[in-house]
């Protein structure tokens, strides 16, 4: 409720009736006077009350009356009474209705009752009341006011004195308060202020207004008081001390600096009154010293004393705090004073407070900065900020030189107090219980022995003192051990605190100022206003000296984490603020100075050693050798975290980090890490302590660069506690963050660090030479990251960065070293090509040739593990850029083809993976350009010879790639021939001709020509296994292919790829080495028929030619276009001709598949081929039907000739017309006469028998190769019969007769013979009878003067005939017949052994085809001239004179049938020509052929049975037969000689001789009686024959007859005596069967006489038949049934010869 609200009037109305009604109660005795007026007071203020409105204005108007009764009362001295008025006085006061006058009043009455001392606190509390209630009391009575609570402040009671110093504080407040309200109630009004006179005299404030003159006066009294003077406006003060003076002057001005910096007048006083006094009391601190209070001064000097100079040291601080800008000069003077209270000759408290003054100096950085400005930056003036900052360091440092210098106080307290006591225990050392447990639990600084703990003294930033505060301390206290080191501490981190973020701030602001300047004037420089820098840059120069040598002291002292942490903060803000003003000496300082904390100590690095040489001040000198020299004190508190090995070239001992030193080092990648770009050159001191401490940790880099703890490769010199343990990924993920931040650099930022990244690489490796020791690898991990995080713009440090990896780290001796050189550099390719770079790497071929450079300058290096990354990175490459690579992509394949056979297998295999890729999956998307560089990269994987497998798959890839040409053929060419024309125009402009390969060829084609060369090279590899894909692949591509060709490139791929190649390897092959290859590696078995190198030569000859051959055969009509196919044909045959002749049975006969092919006996499908049912009509031998159609080795492709199209080729041009046009190129005669004499010539070397005797290492050609020559030549035929002659003929004999006697080498001969009992032709046989078949045939149906070559035919044919009986011999090789060498003979492991071939069958079938041949040509011309009747019978006399003794039975049977079959054609024609005499010498041939047949010398085998017995006789009557029909009939034709010889050859055959010495079983086979007995009856028939023409024939015949007779009657004779004289004996069998064919012979001759007219029987032949009646009669009594059978037949007809009996006459002689 408010004091005025009606209700309060009320109150206040009731309530002064009520006490002016208790006053007249009390007084009413006493006092009447009293009494009386309350009473009057009660009228009045009821009168007052009734007559106003407003009751409070009155009242204070008649205060004065109102007031009266009380001060009356007061005067009583009467103390209740007294309480009672003072009491409705302070009411009064309380609702302001005091007037000016009755306030006058009042304080005399309260001023008479101090004096009289009577209720001392009642009056203070009115005063106070007056004076803060309203502003009624001024000038004199207020003056008055202020002395009387002065006085009472100096009464003997305590309560009082203190109630009244605060009442005083209050009132002085209160005046200053009243000046400040009253100032702002006139802020508006201007009013001219007249000059002040340069006086100190006190009228001068008549200027002022009254309230300001009251705080004046009041204020220069005070002054006049603390000064011992008297005071001109506080009149009645009685005593007065100087505490309370100061503490008064202090809170006026820090509570009123405006009223001071506003009135002139008042900082008149503040200069000529508040400083001069301040100096003054400061005089004896200044030239105390302590400890030169025993020697006598010249004067007695003052003590100092405590109260009074802390609360001097209170007012100066708030005088520079305020007033610093109104009292420079005397502020210097304060300041140097203040830094000189902190030597170390001053009493201990005073250092304390002096030190608490700095400390609220050193939060205030605006003002450090005024006095850097005032001071330090003035000529000739002190350095003062330099001197507190520098005078703050040496405190520092005197507390730990000095020992017991907290003593100093602490000697005044009691003993045993608290100070001494901590000291003690602490410098009890570790070694006590009690030392020990303050390490742990205490924080504090320790050096060389000095112990000092630390306190927490006040918050962060602001300045809490403590003694400075102590003002009822009248003894200087006794200061705790360690508090002047907290102060200072906290000083000096808050003033660094301060400085850098003030600086900072302003630093901040410039620049954003300049941003957005540049933003608006884009075309103006910005200007920074001048001065401002240097400001800051002379704050730092002046106190980095100092800060420097105090923190690294503290740092290297301090025990706790949170100081040391506080300590590196401070020395990490000034770096990095040094570093922004580009402050290199100091910044570097403190840099070295983290660098040196974060090593272990004494630990040689010779950049920091170095650094701190140069950097030498005055700070340096105060502290000694603190910083370079670390004393073994400081070890012995610190925790140690890990003990690990120096990074030195010189193998040391192990080194120990701490705590403290993991700690100093976060701080130095925090500095890095945050103030990177401010860092510059000192770059080099952050990394290389870095890598000094990554070493000691044992943290190794992984992959991108990052360092993880690794295993300790050294041994077990690394040692970490677990404490670091879990520490170590926090600073490894630091380090990483660390470079990461390097993004955030600018350009020039970056450079360093680069730079000094290089030369730590550059010292690591210096390191790492000559020994194995394991390098450090640091600089180069922190390349690689650093080049990854700054891809955005990574041209600008590609050079250096990739340069000194290239050059030097991966060409560097040490493994490691220079792997890691090698996985940055890749990684920062990979990174480089994946990053998403703007514009885009497809837009900028510059950056990506840039990136791609150093993989290719990779290739250079030597070192074979560093080759590997490189490859491993194309790989991976081109699985992630594949696609995009574009221009960069020669540089990729220059790579991967700079392979060389001394890398070794991995190598060439991870290169080999990478160029499969390339080739499966990039071929589209690489410039065509490219393709060539493929294809020879290709190549010379092919080439290398440390991995067959790759060169194999090397060599698929080269087909693949052609696959692809061929695919994609346009494209390549439209693109090719684009950039064909672009180099064209560069080179006319240079004047240059253009140089490519094949040049004149189109583009495309020279790709192709590439491919085939490559191919080629590979060819003629040294491996077999090689140079078979190879052939295949160049074939196969050739065939696939070739089509895309342009025909004059034809001409280069003959004669520079193909018959090129048919040279090397022709070359190759005849030199080729012998000798046996041993196994190949290890297990790997070569079959006999490649073991040795000549015979995997002869398998690539093999190859080749059929090669070449395909392609002449396929692409035929296109070769005939080029102008020399003729000259190709000719080298292309001659090439056959060498392989058909080389010793080598694969490459003989492949050169012969060869030549069949390229005669196209071998055709390929065309369309127009498809012959029909052709073989139906044509009668070719089944011999013709398999020329090769096996397929040789290497044909990939299908052959896809079909029967009738090889048919229709033999059998010439009939079936098949060829396109037109074609006829006349096919049929190009001089081409296949050329073939002929290539094939007469191969035919004539290869059957020419060796000429010496056998040696061993004759050749002889194998079976298969003489039946392949033999097979071209049909076809060849079809091609020069036109032109064939007899001399051509001869020569064809020539070749196959020796073809036919060539044996075959034992080993083989059970794959070729048939098994000699079946009677088969082996295929070379079949060849040659078919050679001989398509002849006769051509002349069959050829002109006239072809049939000439028929007795030719015959002759050749007959020589085979005889091979029957007469196997031909080649030359002297001398050889086991089939005959004689059955299988079971036939010793396999004799490979020297020849067998002839079995020519049984063979000439058998020549025998066949004989009589076949003369059944169609008996009757022509030449046949008869040239008496090839006779040829055949004198070849036929063999066989059937052998008989038996023939080879093979089936022989001499055919021999008959066919003499049988001859002669019944050439009998005829031999009588149609009798007497030409053509035949006449055949004659006699004929009958000694009978001769030989019919009585051969060979006997039957032993073991034939009796069926073939007959058999063999039946074909014995065949030919008499024969003799009997054909021959005989024409006598008169035939010359008489002949019939001679047959006539003695029946008769002998009648005759059945028989030699006594057979066995009778044998008798019973060897009588042929059938046989004689169609003797005998030939012979009877012709004797008995009327046509007899001469009479020697029937003389003969005769004479034959009476023989055959007479050996009747002998044997019958003969056969009855023995038959009586061997009783019951049976007679031998042979006997019997010799009486039994005698009988038969007799009732023979019983027939035909009975046939024959009488008149051609002669009567000597009567008488002997009849003779030999009585003989037979006489055998009768024979015993044998079969001869009693036989006897009954013969005696039967001569019932018709019984007669009756004629005259004499008639009977006697004619």
């Known amino acids: 409720m408010s004091t005025s609200s009606p209700e309060a009037v009320k109150k206040l109305v009731e309530n002064m009736q009520t006490d002016l009604r208790s006053l007249s109660m009390e007084c009413k005795k006493k006092f009447p006077p009293v009494k009386e007026a309350a009473e009057s007071g009660i009228v009045k203020i009821k009168t007052i009350a009734a007559r106003n409105t407003d009751i409070l204005a009155a009242l204070k108007e008649n205060s004065s009356e109102v007031v009266q009764p009380f001060l009356m009362g007061c005067g009583t001295k009467e103390p209740k009474i007294t309480q009672l008025c003072l009491a409705a006085i302070q009411r009064l006061m309380s609702h302001e209705v005091v007037s000016e006058a009755a306030a006058g009043n009042i304080i005399n009455m309260l001023w008479q009752l101090m004096e009289n001392g009577l209720e001392e606190l009642k009056l203070l509390q009115t005063v106070l009341v007056l004076l803060t209630t309203n502003t009624v009391v001024h000038d004199e009575v207020l003056s008055k006011a202020i002395v009387l609570c002065f006085r009472l402040h100096f009464t003997k009671d305590n309560i009082t004195n203190n109630t009244a110093a605060a009442t005083v504080r209050q009132v002085v407040t209160v005046v200053f308060e009243r000046m400040v309200a009253e100032d702002e109630r006139f802020k508006g009004i201007v009013e001219k202020t007249p000059p002040v006179q340069g006086n100190t005299n006190r009228r001068s404030v008549s200027t002022l207004r009254p309230s300001a003159k009251d705080a004046y006066m009041l204020f220069q009294d005070l002054c006049q008081l603390v000064n011992a003077d008297a005071p001109y406006w506080l009149v009645g003060m009685t005593e007065m001390t100087r505490t309370f003076g100061l503490e008064l002057l202090e809170s006026v001005l820090n509570d009123f600096p405006a009223v001071f910096l506003q009135h002139q007048e008042f900082s008149f006083l503040l200069k000529e009154r508040v400083c001069p006094l301040v100096i003054k009391l400061f005089s004896p601190n200044i030239k105390f010293r302590q400890g030169t209070s025993t020697a006598v001064p010249p004067a007695p000097v003052e003590k100092p004393y405590f109260p009074i100079c802390m609360r001097l040291l209170r007012v100066v601080s708030v005088l520079i705090k305020h007033f610093y800008s109104l009292l420079v000069t005397e ?249 922004r003003l580009c402050l290199v000496t100091p910044r570097d300082a403190f840099i070295t100075a983290i660098c040196k904390a974060s090593l272990p100590p004494h630990y040689a690095l010779t950049v920091l050693s170095s650094n701190s040489a140069n950097v030498s001040s005055k700070a340096y000198s105060i502290q000694g050798q603190s910083v370079q020299i670390i004393s073994p004190s400081s070890e012995s508190h610190q925790q140690v975290v890990a003990v690990g090995q120096p990074l030195t070239a010189q193998p040391q001992g192990t080194v120990v980090l701490t705590a403290k030193n993991i700690q100093c080092m976060r701080t130095l990648l925090n500095l890095a890490h945050c103030h990177g770009a401010v860092l510059g050159t000192s770059w080099q001191l952050v990394l290389a302590t870095l890598q000094h401490l990554v070493w000691i ?88 990251e650093t080049g990854l995080v700054n891809m955005d713009r990574i041209e600008i440090l590609w050079r250096p960065l990739t340069g000194h990896l290239l050059e030097k780290v991966c060409q560097h001796p040490n493994s490691r070293m220079r792997e890691w050189g090698a996985e940055a550099l890749t990684a920062l390719i990979k990174a480089g090509l994946s990053y998403k770079h703007d514009p885009p790497l497809s837009q900028n071929q510059r950056l990506q040739l840039l990136l791609l450079n150093p993989l290719k300058e990779l290739s250079n290096v030597l070192h074979g593990d560093i080759r590997q990354k490189q490859l491993e990175c194309v790989l991976q490459i081109l699985q992630s850029q594949g696609d995009s690579l574009g221009p960069g992509w020669p540089l990729v394949l220059g790579v991967i083809g700079a392979i060389r056979n001394d890398q070794g297998e991995s190598l060439i295999r991870t290169a080999f993976q990478c160029l499969q890729l390339v080739v499966t999956d990039f071929l589209p998307t690489m410039p065509c350009t490219c393709l060539q560089i493929v294809v020879d990269v290709a190549g010379s994987f092919g080439l ?75 060819c003629v590899d040294p491996r077999p296994a090689v140079r078979k894909s190879a052939g295949q692949t160049l074939f196969s591509t050739i065939a696939a292919h070739g089509t895309l060709l342009q025909q004059p490139t034809w001409h280069i791929v003959v004669w520079k790829v193909l018959f090129q190649l048919l040279n090397c390897v022709r070359t190759s092959s005849t030199t080729a080495d012998k000798e046996k290859i041993e196994s190949g590696g290890g297990n790997i078995l070569i079959h006999h028929s490649r073991d040795t190198a000549e015979k995997q030569w002869a398998e690539t000859w093999v190859l080749t030619l059929a090669g070449v051959a395909r392609i002449f055969n396929t692409r035929r009509y296109l070769l005939q276009q080029l102008g020399d196919f003729f000259e190709a044909w000719e080298v292309l045959l001659n090439h056959i001709q060498s392989a058909a002749l080389s010793k080598n049975n694969e490459v003989s006969l492949a050169a012969l598949k060869s030549f069949q092919e390229i ?198 044919l007959l020589l085979f005939v005889e091979f029957s009986c007469k196997p031909p011999q080649y030359g002297r090789v001398e050889t086991k017949h089939v005959a004689n060498a059955k299988y079971n003979q036939i010793q396999l492991f004799a490979p020297a052994e020849w067998v002839a071939l079995n020519y049984v069958p063979f000439a058998e079938r020549s025998l066949e085809v004989v009589v076949y041949l003369y059944h169609k040509t008996a009757c022509h011309k030449a046949v008869i001239n040239e008496k090839v009747l006779q040829s055949i019978i004198k070849t036929l006399r063999m066989p059937l004179g052998l008989k038996y003794a023939c080879p093979s039975e089936s022989t001499w049977k055919l021999a008959v049938s066919s003499l049988l079959k001859v002669l019944s054609i050439g009998l005829p024609v031999a009588r149609q020509h009798a007497l030409s005499g053509k035949f006449d010498s055949m004659w006699p041939e004929l009958a000694n052929a009978f001769e030989d047949f019919l009585f051969t010398k060979s006997t039957a085998p032993d073991n034939l049975s009796i069926q073939e017995f007959q058999q063999n006789e039946s074909v014995d009557v065949e030919v008499v037969q024969l003799i009997s029909t054909e021959i005989l009939p024409f006598a008169n034709f035939i010359p008489k000689d002949f019939v001679g010889q047959i006539m003695t050859m029946l008769n002998k055959g009648s005759i059945h001789s028989q030699a006594p010495s057979f066995t009778e079983a044998e008798i019973d086979v060897r009588m042929r009686e059938e046989f004689s007995k169609v003797c005998f009856e030939t012979l009877l028939q012709f004797s008995f024959s009327n046509k007899v023409s001469t009479p020697q024939e029937g003389y003969i015949s005769r004479m034959a007859l009476s023989v055959l007779l007479k050996r009747a009657q002998d044997v019958l004779r003969r056969y009855v005596e023995d038959e009586r004289l061997s009783g019951r004996c049976p007679l031998p069998r042979q006997q019997v069967t010799e009486i039994i064919f005698v009988l038969k012979a007799i ?37 044998s049934s079969e001869v009693s059978a036989a006897l009954k037949e013969a005696l039967g007809p001569f019932k018709d010869f019984m007669q009756p009996p004629i005259s004499k006459v008639q009977n006697g002689e004619s």
């Not at 060599?955 to 692809?964: A, E, M």
Request: charged content about 20%; proline content about 6%; aromatic content about 8%.
């Open 331 to 579: 502020c210097e003077i304060f300041l140097s004073l203040l830094v000189k209270f902190l030597d170390g000759e001053k009493p201990q408290w005073l250092r304390a407070v002096a030190v608490e003054s700095v400390h609220r100096l050193c939060v205030q950085p605006h003002l450090l900065c005024s006095f850097c400005q005032s001071y330090d930056m003035k000529q000739h003036s002190t350095k003062v900020f330099r001197d507190i900052v520098n005078a703050l360091g040496s405190f520092i440092q005197s507390l730990f030189i000095v020992p017991n210098a907290g003593n100093a106080a602490a000697a005044t307290a009691p003993a045993g107090g608290s100070g001494s006591g901590t000291q003690g225990t602490a410098q009890g050392g570790p070694g006590t219980v009690g030392g020990s447990s303050t390490l742990t639990t205490q924080a504090a600084f320790e050096y060389r022995g000095t112990w000092i703990p630390l306190m927490t003294v006040s918050v962060q930033g602001s300045a809490k003192a403590t003694y400075l505060e102590m003002l009822d301390k009248v003894e200087p206290p006794s200061i705790p051990e360690g508090y002047a080191m907290s102060v200072a501490f906290s000083a000096l981190l808050d003033l660094v605190r301060g400085i850098t973020s003030m600086i900072e701030r302003e630093l901040t602001t410039e620049e954003e100022a300049a941003a957005e300047f540049r933003e608006t004037h884009p075309e103006q420089e910005w200007k920074p206003e001048a001065g401002s820098h240097l400001v800051w840059e002379e704050m730092v120069n002046a106190s980095w000296c100092g800060l420097l040598a105090a923190l690294s002291l503290l740092l290297d002292a301090s025990t706790d984490e949170a100081a040391t942490e506080n300590i590196l903060k401070a020395e990490m803000t000034m770096a990095s603020l040094c570093g």
């Open 697 to 784: 940790l044992g943290l190794k880099p992984a992959v991108g660069g990052a360092l993880k703890p690794g295993r300790a490769v050294e041994g077990l010199s690394t040692v970490l506690t677990t404490a670091v343990m879990t520490d170590l990924p926090v600073i490894s993920n630091i380090l990483s963050r660390l470079f990461e931040s390097s993004q955030y650099l600018d350009d020039v930022s970056l450079h360093h660090l680069i730079n000094a990244l290089c030369s730590l690489s550059l010292e690591a490796m210096e390191m790492a030479y000559g020994n194995n020791k394991e390098p450090s690898l640091f600089a180069v991990a922190k390349l690689l």
């Open 944 to 1018: 290398q010879n440390q991995e067959l497998n790759i060169s194999l798959t090397s060599i698929g890839l080269l087909w693949n790639i052609s696959d692809y040409f061929f695919q994609r053929g346009e494209t390549i060419t439209l693109e090719l021939e684009r950039e064909e024309e672009a180099l064209q125009k560069q080179a006319q402009e240079k004047g240059e001709t253009l140089n490519r390969p094949f040049h004149p060829a189109p583009p495309f084609d020279c790709l192709w020509l590439c491919l085939y060369a490559k191919l080629g090279e590979l």
């Open 1159 to 1356: 005669l196209q006996i071998v055709t390929p499908v065309r369309d127009s081929d498809k012959a029909g049912d052709a073989l139906v009509a044509m009668g070719v031998p089944p011999v013709l039907i398999d020329p090769l159609s096996a397929s040789g080795p290497g044909r990939p492709l299908v052959r896809s000739d079909s029967l009738v199209e090889r048919l229709t080729r033999y059998n010439g041009a009939e079936l098949q017309a060829p396109p037109p046009g074609e006829e006349s190129a096919l049929e190009d005669s001089a081409l296949w006469w050329s073939a002929w004499n290539t094939w007469y010539r191969t035919g004539t070397e290869s059957t020419r028998p060796p000429s010496g005797p056998a040696e061993k290492l004759a050749f002889i050609p194998s079976q298969p190769f003489l039946t392949a020559l033999i097979q071209i030549f049909p076809a060849l035929y079809q091609h020069i019969k036109a032109n064939f002659s007899m001399d051509d003929l001869k020569k064809l004999g020539v070749i196959l007769h020796g073809a036919v006697s060539v044996p075959i080498s034992s080993d083989a001969s059970p794959f070729i013979l048939p098994s000699y009992t079946e009677a088969t032709l082996t295929s070379l046989q079949e060849a040659v009878l078919t050679a001989l078949d398509v002849l006769q045939k051509a002349i069959c149906v050829g002109p006239e003067n072809l049939q000439i070559m028929y007795p030719a035919i015959f002759e050749q």
């Open 1643 to 1679: 009732s023979t001759l019983m027939d035909s006489l009975k046939k024959t007219h009488p008149e051609n029987v002669d009567g000597n032949t009567w008488a002997q038949v009849i003779a030999l009646y009585p003989t037979l009669v006489e055998c009768i009594t024979c015993s």
